[in-house]
């Protein structure tokens, strides 16, 4: 067991894109974590769709062991944390396992929005930071600029930042020894009764659920008998090791380690992200404080393409949520998809993400609904309820009052850019609290209805911007609105799944625009297939879909023209039959074009 003088724990925080993955690279490389030939780039990024999108979706841990000027061996416990905001839930999960971060910053582009927020989640967990500037062997880079802009915008001393390149090593053997110098070592107990932190766990086929634990007092090894004092399950432990970054066994876990343990739990509801580890017989008093559960802000339905593979999507779902706390679902049936799951999520990227990986990692074909926030609506009987679906919106009638959820956001924007941002921000019905400059650059501060930026804010902001803005949020309350539901019908039809909840004042422009992109997508049929946005009872816009016609006289070879009218008179009658029995299928992209919803 490593003595805690010897331990040291942080985090890597930064906005997307400022090197936090290669960093670690780096760090892995010179401490002898791998071997040179069994390097690759963003080594911690373990998922296809992480190295294929270039972000990181999941923290990750690693030991490290790195030898200080002072002569003595120190045990490095590194966490590589996202960047983007939807997974800013995952960044507080990892602080809370460690004492100090690295807070690393762009040394060409600077503090960006998400900098900003991750610096200021450190602070609430009094973390010890320690700034680096990355990317300094670039021309563009400036160093002392940027060293300011530290100093102005997060306000902590930025004296001593260090200055590295992650990607040629430069500087890194610095930042080793800073942690070593400057970060506290961890507190602890060995004689206590255990206490671990129940960090993150994942499903293994082979071994069933494994948990990452950052170990508060006592110690966890092999054939202990440990409680989960939230949820009282109880369970031996199997195996207990480090990530180097390679899984590797290890005797035990001591105070202010991080490492995994594995105890054949085959059933994904016994483990509770934030829950407190202790030994069974020799429990400890007081349960860790654990983590705040994470509030879903996006909402969306889950279907299975064929309806038999309901029960394989709730399994996946099941396994994906232990891998994924801040992910929520329960079952719902829909009139035109069949039963399915209404899925939770911190934003559109974390929605796009879950999708993607059930796809992938579980072979599942999906249908999903177009996404939604939460509304609050209180009926004219004087009953209050949260609105998760549109298409569970009542009638007009019955309804009193109806409540949105708004945002506080950050943008960070350079100057040039300014205009076309500050009007998008007015086209969303945005209420601007601050603009503020630091260098060339502006900090905005918005309040924002979160529905208009779960559609099209976040492409826009960076098409408008040429890609240099940058965004960060946090929920801000509900505030009382017009908003009807704009119903979708298909050939007189209704069809739940498009239905979405939208101001009034862009209510006709937004069905419209649905009803342009639908006709677009949906393939057209041996009769005209008429697509409607309606808002109550009064349709607002409307597309047709015009009929193939099969040529019924191409062997009519000269003879009366009675002949070919008979054949045309016929081909009509069976058309107005087919339009009163024909289906209409409507493509997965028809779904998707409600959550892709184009400024023009």
């Known amino acids: ?326 992910f929520h679902y329960a079952a719902e049936t829909s009139a035109a998809l069949g039963m399915g799951f209404s899925c939770g999520f911190l934003g559109l990227l974390h929605l796009e993400i879950i999708e993607e990986r059930l796809e992938r990692e579980f072979d599942l074909e999906l249908v999903a609904t177009a996404p939604s926030v939460i509304y609050s609506l209180t009926t004219t009987a004087g009953e209050t309820f949260d609105l998760h679906n549109p298409a569970d919106m009542p009638d007009p009638t019955k309804i009193r009052t109806i409540e949105e959820p708004w945002i506080k956001s950050n943008i960070m924007v350079p100057d040039n850019y300014l205009g076309p941002v500050l009007a998008l921000c007015e086209e969303k019905r945005g209420e601007q609290e601050a603009l503020t400059y630091v260098g060339s650059r502006a900090l905005l501060t918005y309040r924002l209805p979160l529905n208009e930026v779960v559609f099209d804010f976040y492409d826009r902001l960076k098409s408008h911007s040429r890609g240099y803005a940058s965004f960060d949020y946090q929920l801000d309350g509900y505030r009382e609105s017009d908003l009807v539901k704009v119903g979708i019908l298909i050939n007189g039809d209704p069809v739940d799944s498009l239905s979405m909840v939208v101001h009034r004042s862009q209510a006709e422009s937004r069905g419209r625009a649905l009803c342009l992109r639908l006709k677009d997508l949906i393939p057209r049929q041996l009769f005209k297939v008429a697509i409607q946005a309606a808002i109550g009872g009064k349709v607002v816009a409307r597309e047709t879909v015009s009929a193939l016609r099969k040529d019924v006289t191409a062997k009519c070879y000269g003879g009366d023209v009675t002949r070919k009218r008979k054949l045309l008179d016929r081909q009509k009658r069976g058309k107005k039959r087919m339009r009163q029995f024909g289906n209409v299928e409507i493509p997965q992209e028809a779904f998707l074009a409600a959550l892709k919803m184009s400024e023009d």
């Open 1 to 326: 067991m490593t003595d805690l003088a010897h331990i040291r724990n942080f985090a890597i925080i930064a906005h997307i894109d400022h090197g936090k993955s290669t960093l670690a690279d780096r760090m892995i490389e010179i401490c002898g974590g791998l071997q040179k030939r069994e390097m690759t780039s963003q080594v911690l990024d373990s998922m296809d769709i992480e190295r294929e999108r270039g972000i990181t979706i999941k923290a990750q841990t690693v030991r490290l062991c790195h030898t200080a000027k002072d002569g003595k061996t120190y045990t490095l416990n590194l966490v590589d944390t996202p960047g983007h905001v939807d997974f800013s839930y995952e960044v507080s999960r990892s602080l809370a396992a460690c004492e100090g971060s690295l807070l690393l910053v762009d040394a060409t582009q600077g503090v960006e929005a998400q900098t900003l927020a991750n610096a200021y989640l450190a602070v609430d967990s009094n973390h010890e930071i320690i700034p680096v500037l990355n990317k300094i062997d670039l021309g563009s880079a400036e160093p002392d600029r940027i060293r300011q802009q530290i100093e102005d915008v997060i306000g902590i001393d930025a004296t001593d930042t260090l200055a590295i390149s992650a990607k040629t090593g430069v500087g890194v053997n610095e930042v080793l020894d800073s942690l070593v110098e400057r970060l506290p070592a961890p507190e602890g107990n060995t004689d206590q009764p255990p206490k671990a932190l129940l960090v993150d766990s994942w499903y293994d086929p082979y071994l069933g659920v494994v948990i990452l634990v950052r170990v508060k007092d006592g110690y966890l090894r092999k054939g202990m008998r440990v409680r989960m004092m939230g949820l009282g399950s109880t369970h031996d432990i199997e195996r207990v090791g480090v990530f180097t970054p390679k899984a590797e066994i290890v005797e035990s876990l001591g105070p202010g380690e991080i490492g995994f343990i594995t105890a054949s739990i085959k059933n994904v509801s016994e483990c509770k992200v934030g829950d407190t580890i202790t030994e069974e017989r020799r429990q400890t008093a007081q349960p860790l404080p654990g983590f705040q559960p994470s509030v879903p802000v996006v909402f969306c339905g889950l279907f299975p393409a064929d309806s038999a593979d309901f029960e394989r999507l709730r399994e996946s779902l099941a396994k994906l949520s232990l891998n994924d706390s801040s």
